[in-house]
């Protein structure tokens, strides 16, 4: 049983590596420029199966609706990965995923010999949480790189309110704003805002993609807002020092929510680790005492 288990195991593994030539040759047949370009640096294990994933996504992109592809770009949008991978790409990374998963599960259950109800079971969990793990972390992403743009956003606003007063225009401001910025999710979206202006698109239109691809109530707002200063004729630099001052603070009753919020979070680590080692610091001279003055001869 154990030499067939470890044929088939050999046998895919065979299966996967037979692959890779065809892989690499359909991808030397590729304008391989023009696909990477607009990639960001891949992670090196997202990169050692990148020809099969793309030799793999070709047919998966076909099979995609309109609806399906835009859904999943504006998960990845969110997530600031839109530059990382495709949406093709991404159904495939979660069927490898699986594909892995299944494997691992598979040499633990019959090569290991694991036949304990509890270990089975969790090793059978594996394939459905591989099969999960891409959309995890990409929420995962979302989350850090919202909450990191509404950590940056008002000083953004701060500075692009002093380049409206001193007499630059909203473009000129933008730029002046990222210039004193850090690299972060708002260099990286209103720096793409600014190659879609210089492209021909209109400001209109830009702000509408990058309110789309932040996903933020607050970017809603101020996109909004200066759409509305430009179509009404009135003061953007009053606008935006208005927004500036709205996002301050949104940002101090975010930090005096979560400061109200520690005392509760604090309170199963006390009750679950704090307050038994101090039962038992004071309980056990106590129970030593009472030992020594044969309290225990009471109860027969």
């Known amino acids: 049983m154990d030499a067939q288990v470890s044929m088939v195991l050999a046998a895919m593994s065979a299966a996967m590596l037979a692959l890779l030539p065809l892989a690499l040759r359909r991808r030397a047949a590729q304008p391989e420029g023009r696909d990477s370009a607009w990639r960001d640096r891949l992670p090196l294990p997202l990169a050692v199966v990148r020809p099969w994933i793309r030799w793999y996504a070709s047919s998966v992109d076909a099979s995609l609706t309109a609806v399906q592809r835009e859904v999943i770009q504006s998960r990845l949008n969110a ?17 490898l995923a699986f594909v892995l998963g299944a494997m691992l599960a598979a040499y633990v259950v019959l090569v290991l010999k694991v036949d304990d109800p509890m270990y089975v079971a969790a090793t059978a969990a594996l394939a459905p949480f591989a099969w999960l793990y891409p959309d995890i972390w990409l929420r995962d992403s979302t989350g850090k790189r919202q909450r990191r743009f509404e950590k940056e956003f008002p000083f953004f606003l701060d ?142």
């Open 79 to 95: 997530a600031g990965a839109a530059y990382l991978i495709a949406p093709a790409e991404l159904i495939v990374l979660r069927r």
């Open 159 to 300: 500075v692009l309110v002093l380049g409206m007063r001193a007499g630059l225009t909203f473009t000129a401001s933008v730029e002046q704003s990222l210039a004193a910025l850090g690299d972060g999710p708002v260099k990286e979206e209103f720096s793409r805002y600014l190659r879609e202006t210089r492209s021909g698109v209109t400001r209109r239109a830009a702000l509408d993609r990058l309110a789309a691809r932040v996903a933020l109530a607050a970017v809603t707002n101020f996109t909004a807002s200066v759409m509305q200063a430009e179509e009404t004729g009135g003061s953007l630099g009053d606008v935006l020092a208005d927004q500036a001052r709205q996002r301050r603070q949104e940002r101090f009753l975010r930090a005096e929510k979560l400061a109200n919020q520690a005392p509760v979070k604090m309170l199963f680590p006390l009750i679950a680790l704090l307050f038994p080692v101090t039962f038992i610091i004071i309980g056990f001279p106590i129970v030593i005492q009472l030992r020594e003055a044969g309290a225990w001869e009471m109860f027969p």
